[in-house]
C-alpha cells in the first residue's frame, strides 16, 4: 500500500494533513518531525509532507531537519513552517518581513507546474505565518505569490520538491485538495488504493499475525469504535474472541440491556456481562480531579478484563476500540496531554494483557465506513460517540449514586428530544453535564435550591475540533421544560456554546 508520511512538526492541526491525504485514498501516518531518516526510508514512503508548526526557522528551540532527508529521492511538500525550513536548509533565505498573513489570501499562480496544475490562475487560499521565504533555493521556481509574499509556493520539479506558504489542509483553502491530490497523484504517482475494503484487509492480516492461535479478550462498549474493532478481530480468529462488557454504574438509562440486546442479535460471539458497578463507584468515592477519575477508570477496567481473561484459559491479548484521535488527544511525544482517554494514556503501567488496537490509526469516520461495510447494523454504525469514563467526566465533582440518577434522567430526556426533532445524526455528539454548583429557583411558590444541568450538543468531523450546535429555540424549549419538570434536583437549564478549540467536548 502506498505511505504518506507526514512529519509533524508541531502545527495545531498537523493530523487534519493525514486526513485529507487519506481523503485522497492514500494511506498516510503522522510521525515526529525527527523520526531518523534511516527509519523513514525503510518504511518506504511515496511521498513526504512536512508540516507547519509554531517556530521561525531562526529560534533557538527551532525545530530542525537532517539534510539527508532530502537526498533520499523521495518527493517532499512542505507546507507553511516546512516550506521554510526546506528553504532554510536548501540554501533560500526565510525573513522575518514584517508582512504577516493571517486568514483568507489572495494568490496568484504564476505558472503551472506540478501543485496548481489545471486550478484556476487566482484563488482563495488560507495562510498563517509571520517569516516568509523571500528567495527560493537554486534550482526551484517560483509559482504564485500573495502581495506580501512574493515566494508564496516554491517547486522544484526536477528534485520533486516542493513549499507551500499557505494551508491546503483547511477547508478555508478551496482548492487545497487539489493541492494535495496534484502532489500525490503527480510526483508522488500514489495510486488511490486505500479504501474500506483494503482497511479491512489489512487489519485482518495483522491481526492474525499479532495474536496467532491465542485466545484473545475485546473490551465491548456497545459504540462503533469496539464493535467494529470486534468484528474485525472476529473475522480473523473466529472463536478465539470472547466480548466482555463491563457496566460500571457510570452507564446511561437503559444502555446495558440495549447493548447486550444490539450485540446477541447482530453478533455471533461468546459474550460475558460483567456487573462491576460497586467496584467502580467504590473507587470513585470522594474523587473530584478530572484526570484521577479518569486513571481510576481506565485502571480498573483493565483489571476487570485481566480476571476475565484469566478465567478464559489464559488469554493474552485485549482487543480496545482506540482510534487515532484517543491517541492523539491523550498526548504524543510533540502534542500536548489534554485528556488521558481511558483506553491510552489511563491505562495502569503494569498491565498483564497485550492490546490489540486494529483502529488506532483510523479516524471515527474511516471506522464508520469499514463498520458498515463489515455488516453493523446502521444504529450501531450511527450511534453517537459515549465515552469510556461514562458519566463519570459529565458529573463535575464527585460522583454518587443521587447525583448519577440526575444526570442518567436528564440525559434521557435529552436524547428523546433530539431523536425526536430528527437531529440525532447530525450531531457529532449531544448530551448533559451536571456541574457541582446549585443555585435558587421558585417552583410551586416554593424556593427551591437545586442543579442546574447543561446542554452539549456539537457537530464535528473528527472530535479534533467541534462547534457547538446550533439547536433550534423549540427543542431547546421542549427539553429545558421537561428537564425542570421531571427530575428531581434540577431546577435550571443551560447551554454551552463553546466550539473545540478552545474548549473540549466533554467537561472532563
Ligand atoms: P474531548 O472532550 O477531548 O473529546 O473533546 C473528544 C472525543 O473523545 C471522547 N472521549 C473519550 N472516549 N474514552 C473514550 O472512549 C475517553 O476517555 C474519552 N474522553 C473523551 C469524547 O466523548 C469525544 O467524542
Known amino acids: 500500500m502506498d505511505t504518506v508520511l507526514v512529519l509533524d512538526f508541531g502545527a495545531q492541526y498537523s493530523q487534519l494533513i493525514a ?3 487519506r481523503e485522497c485514498r492514500v494511506y498516510s501516518e503522522l510521525v515526529p518531525y525527527d523520526m531518523p531518516v534511516d527509519e523513514i526510508a525503510a518504511r518506504g514512503p511515496k511521498g513526504i509532507i512536512l508540516s507547519g508548526g509554531p517556530a521561525s526557522v ?21 507546507i507553511c513552517y516546512g516550506m521554510q525550513l526546506m528553504a532554510h536548509t536548501l540554501g533560500g533565505t526565510v525573513t522575518r518581513t514584517g508582512k504577516s498573513e493571517f486568514g483568507k489570501t489572495r494568490l496568484k499562480i504564476n505558472k503551472e507546474v506540478a501543485l496548481f496544475n489545471d486550478l484556476p490562475a487566482e484563488q482563495t487560499c488560507w495562510m498563517s505565518h509571520r517569516d516568509s521565504v523571500t528567495a527560493a533555493p537554486e534550482s526551484f521556481e517560483v509559482t504564485a505569490s500573495t502581495a506580501s509574499s512574493p515566494v508564496a509556493v516554491m517547486e522544484s520539479p526536477a528534485r520533486r520538491m516542493f513549499g507551500i506558504q499557505c494551508h491546503p489542509e483547511v477547508v478555508h483553502t478551496p482548492y487545497g485538495t487539489d493541492v494535495i491530490k496534484n502532489f500525490l497523484f503527480g510526483p508522488c504517482h500514489c495510486q488511490p488504493e486505500w479504501t474500506t475494503v483494503s482497511i479491512i484487509e489489512d487489519s485482518v492480516a495483522q491481526i492474525r499475525g499479532q495474536v496467532g492461535g491465542e485466545k484473545v479478550v475485546c473490551g465491548l462498549s456497545g459504540g462503533v469504535d469496539s464493535s467494529t474493532a470486534a ?14 462488557f463491563v457496566d460500571h454504574g457510570l452507564l446511561r438509562k ?4 440495549q447493548v447486550i440486546d444490539a450485540f446477541e442479535n447482530h453478533f455471533h460471539v461468546p459474550l460475558v456481562h460483567v456487573q462491576a458497578q460497586e467496584r467502580f463507584l467504590s473507587r470513585l468515592a470522594g474523587v473530584t480531579d478530572p484526570e484521577q477519575k479518569r486513571k481510576i477508570i481506565g485502571e480498573e477496567f483493565i483489571r476487570v478484563f485481566e480476571e476475565e481473561a484469566a478465567r478464559l484459559e489464559g488469554a493474552r491479548f485485549l482487543v480496545q476500540g482506540t482510534l487515532y484521535s484517543d491517541v492523539i488527544e491523550s498526548g504524543t511525544r510533540d502534542a500536548a496531554r489534554i485528556k488521558s482517554h481511558h483506553n491510552v494514556g489511563g491505562l495502569p503501567v ?3 494483557l497485550k492490546l490489540v488496537e486494529p483502529l488506532r490509526h483510523i479516524f471515527k469516520d474511516e471506522a464508520r465506513s469499514v463498520a458498515a461495510e463489515l455488516g453493523l447494523p446502521d444504529q450501531m454504525v450511527w450511534r453517537q460517540p459515549f465515552p469510556g469514563p461514562g458519566l463519570a467526566i459529565r458529573i463535575i465533582g464527585e460522583v454518587t449514586g443521587e447525583r448519577l440518577d440526575i444526570l442518567r434522567e436528564a440525559d434521557y430526556i435529552l436524547q428523546e428530544e433530539v431523536r425526536r426533532a430528527g437531529l440525532y445524526r447530525e ?5 448533559c453535564v451536571l456541574p457541582a454548583i446549585r443555585s435558587v429557583g421558585v417552583m410551586g411558590d416554593e ?3 437545586a442543579y442546574p444541568v447543561i446542554i452539549r450538543a456539537v457537530t464535528s468531523e473528527d472530535a479534533m475540533t467541534a462547534d457547538w450546535a446550533r439547536l433550534p429555540y423549540d427543542l431547546l424549549e421542549a427539553i429545558s421544560s421537561r428537564i425542570i ?5 434540577v431546577n435550571r437549564v443551560a447551554l454551552d456554546i463553546s466550539s473545540k478549540p478552545p474548549s473540549t467536548i466533554e467537561w472532563e
Open 254 to 257: 437503559n444502555e446495558a440491556e
Open 231 to 244: 468484528l474485525l478481530v472476529y473475522r480473523a480468529i473466529g472463536k478465539n474472541l470472547t466480548c466482555i
Open 485 to 489: 419538570n421531571e427530575v428531581p434536583g
Open 447 to 449: 424556593r427551591t435550591y
Open 427 to 431: 450531531l457529532w455528539q449531544s448530551f
Open 19 to 21: 486526513r485529507r491525504v
Open 350 to 352: 503494569d498491565m498483564d
Open 58 to 78: 531562526y529560534a533557538d528551540d527551532a525545530l530542525s531537519i537532517d539534510p539527508a532527508l532530502f537526498e533520499l529521492g523521495i518527493p517532499v511538500l512542505g
